[in-house]
Each structure stands twice: as C-alpha cells, then as structure tokens.
C-alpha cells in the first residue's frame, strides 16, 4: 500500500538553528513528491516538487531534496515567521495524491 | 488571478443532517479534487472531478458524493452526517494538462458536527 511518513511529528527550534524535517515514502511508481506548507486555519501552500532521486530545490531559507526512499527539508537559520506544519505528499500517477500527517514547526526568537 | 475559493468558511451541522460545500477553481484550471483533514493530521483524499465525471475515489463511504458543473466549480455532499465528520474540508484545483504539477488549495470549510 502506498504511503508516506514524516519525522518529527514536532520540531521546536531557536531562531537561527538549523534543522531538518524527514518524509519517507512507500509508493509504486513516484511521478512527484511534493511539500507543502500549511498555516493554522489556512489551506496548503504549495512550495517544491522533485521528480527523481538526487534532485534538489532551494527558496530562502528552505531546500528540499530527494532520494529513492524519502525526501528531506532543510531549514537553514529559521526565523520565527517559518512556523507552520510542513507537509509532505506524493503523486504515485494516478488522480489520488497521498499526504503524510505533517511536522509541525516552532521558531522561536 | 483569483485563486481556489470555498464556501462556507465555517458550518456547524448536527448528528443525521446533510451538509453542501462548495469550490471555485483557480481560473484556467479544469480538475477538481477534494480532501478531508481531521485535526492534526494531513490531508486525506476524498474524490476527484474532472469533465463532470468522478475520475478516482479514496477511502470513504458513499455518504460522500459530488458534482462539477459546467464552469468547473465543485460541491462536496455529506448525508447522514457523523461525529466523525467535523474536520477541514480542502478543495483543490489543477489543469489536466500539467497532472504532474502541484494542485492550488483553498482554505477550506471547516465542518463541526454537533
């Protein structure tokens, strides 16, 4: 069965701490991975999609990058405002895009 | 450029009602899919529209049912409403052809059940 974990559930960092958010996926056939950011009461903020293993995307303090098993978000010197729940989802080439359950981000200043 | 919109933004229902939500797609897009996500955790799959046609299906009873019209918006229909049925309910919007493309969401209804 197709699926998609993500770890931490819950990361609280300093204001300039560098971090990483994991997402790890079990699907048949990847034809995207993608993450999102979501604010409280908000709908998902779409932020990168990656295609194949070794694929990187950056903006500002966010880079994503991908291999065969599982995809990491790399938060370089976090500022308060990049408090959210970051989520993780894949494509697997049908019309169903599956989510994992999110990490919720704390930057504190 | 408007983007996906929802409506209602908030609906407080009881046990046994149905409910109707409703979504405009981002302007150029012709795909439709909506999503259930319960409290503090992420988005789960419902259905997708594309051409007035369910094209896919998550897991959910048949309770859940839909429609897209002509102009491409959308509604969600939820009969015999449950408990378990409060949550944000997302619409999101895509082109056919970019499918591999990220879809826009809304920001969603949220649906209590009382």
């Known amino acids: 069965e197709d699926q998609v974990t993500q770890s931490p559930e819950a990361l609280r960092l300093q204001e300039g701490e560098s971090s990483s958010l994991n997402c790890s996926y079990t699907?048949?056939?990847?034809?995207?991975l993608f993450w999102y950011r979501q604010d409280p009461g908000k709908g998902p903020e779409f932020l990168f999609t990656?295609?194949?293993a070794g694929e990187e995307k950056e903006k500002e303090r966010l880079k994503a990058t991908l291999t065969k098993k599982e995809s990491f978000l790399h938060i370089t010197a976090p500022k308060p405002e990049d408090s959210a729940t970051y989520l993780c989802?894949?494509?697997?080439?049908?019309?169903?895009?599956?989510f994992g359950a999110g990490t919720r981000l704390f930057v504190k200043a | 450029d408007a983007g996906v919109t929802q409506s209602p933004t908030h609906l407080i229902k009881t046990r046994g009602q149905q409910v109707t939500l409703r979504c405009s797609p981002k302007?150029?897009?012709?795909?439709v899919s909506w999503y259930q996500q319960a409290l503090g955790q992420g988005p789960q799959f419902i259905f997708q529209?594309?051409?007035?046609?369910?094209?896919q299906r998550g897991n959910f009873p048949d309770r859940f049912s839909g429609h897209q019209f002509p102009n491409y918006s959308s509604e969600l229909n939820v009969n015999a409403l449950l408990l378990g049925d409060s949550a944000l309910y997302l619409c999101?919007?895509?082109?056919?052809?970019?499918?591999?493309?990220?879809?826009?969401f809304g920001d969603g209804t949220r649906l209590s059940i009382l």
């Open positions: 302007s150029g897009h012709d795909t």
């Open positions: 989802a894949t494509n697997t080439g049908g019309f169903k895009t599956i």
């Open positions: 990656l295609y194949s």
């Open positions: 699907v048949s056939g990847l034809r995207g």
């Open positions: 529209y594309y051409e007035e046609e369910e094209r």
């Open positions: 999101a919007s895509s082109s056919v052809q970019t499918s591999n493309q990220p879809q826009h």
